[in-house]
């Protein structure tokens, strides 16, 4: 496995625990981090459904 595989599959697991981790800073009780990810998955399914006709000169990181 290639480290850029590593990095496609833990990306949505950091970010997750980045957001529970906010949560908890803040004082709030953050039992859904599943739910979150499903949530963002399908948010970011949806967008790049909606975008897929940009122009490739508009910069994409």
């Not at 949505?12 to 980045?18: D, E, I, K, S, V």
């Not at 949560?23 to 599943?34: D, P, T, V």
């Not at 949530?39 to 994409?60: D, E, F, Y």
């Amino acid at each position: 496995m290639s480290a850029l595989e590593v990095l496609v599959k833990a990306t949505p697991l950091l970010l997750t625990g980045t957001a529970v981790a906010f949560a908890f800073s803040g004082g709030f009780w953050n039992i859904g981090a599943e739910g979150q990810l499903y949530a963002g998955a399908i948010a970011a399914a949806g967008v790049g459904t909606l975008v897929g006709g940009v122009p490739r000169s508009w910069p994409c990181p």
